[in-house]
């Protein structure tokens, strides 16, 4: 009888503790109905509090560029909030130069919004759309890359700039019990509208990668946002220099492609490296493209091709092949896409042969 007492009592406590646990939240987490006003009040939403501003305004069909799906890693979620964001979180610091939080700039990710808010965007964000695309085409390009061709749905087009990329949706798998996006580059030139191609390497239990490596096959049905971002062609100079690694090839196509569909009078020299030759791929693709165009030349280099390779081409670090190629650089631009360390290294040589490094455009990853 005394055990069944204090079962009863612990049990009763355990669910009136829970109930006041839950009231509480209702309470102290329930911000109701909140304004945002976005760019001095041209468009005003009503939404419910609790939520970041980043999805919130995702929900809004308002698309934030975001590469880490709200992680704060990041770090492209940056919105100018005039009112009602709170303090700066720690989170946000490493994101944010001084001038930019004098000028209130925020991670979207991070603010959680519990008041009305006052923010300014870039009107450009507003042609951002969602696609319901359907895979016409996976292609293995490498042991970890795979090329997609995203058909989107008939009598849709996509307009944007050769460099720019799209957040890929996932959905739920395996252990991964909520959808994800990340960012991928756009590798298709934007005269071919109807279609978006990426080139997505495996990276070793990344939740994205892996679903798109294991998950998918053709005729799946994939969601898609964009365009986003600022790494496409200026062209104010003669020559470009442009160096890519691993799936970094994607936006470095896209903006080939263009300058050579358009005409456009520029001289190019493009330089693809990797460790050994089954990281290369698509060599015979552009070595065509530079047996067809005078302004266009195509430089593969392997750091440490195998024996069985039977690699003719250039060899050592990409850095040092550029250093070998290029002259003088003050009237080039480049444009480099691939991992962090490759391009801080790239910067760095490319500054030595006089290009301003305001001329020198990438995208990290
Ligand atoms: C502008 C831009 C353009 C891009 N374009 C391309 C492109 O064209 N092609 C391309 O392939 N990529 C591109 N990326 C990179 C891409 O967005 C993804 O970051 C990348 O594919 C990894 O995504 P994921 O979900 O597979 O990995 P994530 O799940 O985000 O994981 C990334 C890493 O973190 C590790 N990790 C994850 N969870 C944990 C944990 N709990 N503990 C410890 N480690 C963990 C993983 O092992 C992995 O190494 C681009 C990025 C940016 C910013």
Not at 204 to 233: M, N, R, W
Request: one cysteine or more; a negative charge; charged letters at 25%.
């Amino acid at each position: 009888m005394e055990i069944l007492t204090t079962v009863l009592s612990v049990t009763v406590i355990s669910v009136v503790l829970a109930l006041i646990i839950i009231v509480a939240e209702y309470f102290f987490n329930n911000y109701g109905e909140c304004e945002i006003d976005i760019n001095n009040g041209d468009k005003k939403l009503t939404v419910d509090g609790g939520s970041s501003l980043l999805s919130t305004l995702a929900g809004q069909k308002i698309f934030i560029p975001s590469a880490c799906g709200g992680k704060a890693t990041c770090g492209l979620c940056k919105v100018q909030v005039l009112e009602g964001a709170g303090p700066l979180l720690p989170t946000e610091e490493p994101y944010l130069e001084e001038q930019e939080r004098n000028d209130n700039f925020r991670l979207a990710c991070q603010v959680k919004i519990k008041t009305n808010l006052r923010i300014l965007i870039p009107e450009e964000l507003f042609n951002i759309r969602e696609y319901e695309t359907k895979i016409e085409k996976m292609e293995q390009l490498t042991h970890d890359i795979i090329g997609f061709r995203l058909k989107l749905p008939e009598g849709d087009t996509v307009s944007f700039k050769a460099g720019q990329y799209m957040q890929f949706y996932t959905k739920p798998y395996d252990k991964i019990k909520e959808s994800v996006y990340r960012a991928y580059s756009i590798a298709n030139v934007p005269s071919d509208n109807k279609a978006v191609e990426l080139i997505i390497r495996q990276v070793p239990d990344g939740i994205c990668t892996t679903y798109a490596h294991t998950q998918l096959k053709e005729g799946d049905k994939v969601k898609i946002s964009g365009p986003y971002g600022d790494f496409f062609l200026r062209g104010n100079c003669s020559e470009l220099v442009m160096i890519a690694g691993g799936s970094g090839l994607a936006p470095i196509q896209s903006i080939i492609l263009d300058v050579l569909e358009k005409g456009i009078d520029l001289k190019m020299n493009f330089f693809f490296g990797a460790v050994t030759k089954r990281d290369l791929y698509r060599l015979d693709y552009f070595n065509d493209l530079a047996a067809k165009h005078d302004n266009f030349n195509f430089i593969p280099a392997l750091s440490k091709p195998a024996p069985e390779d039977e690699w003719e081409g250039e060899t050592g670090l990409i850095t040092e092949v550029v250093d070998r190629f290029i002259g003088d650089g003050s009237d080039m631009e480049g444009y480099l896409c691939g991992s962090p360390g490759m391009i801080n290294a790239c910067i760095n040589v490319l500054t030595k042969k006089s290009i301003p490094e305001d001329k020198i455009f990438y995208d990290k990853f």
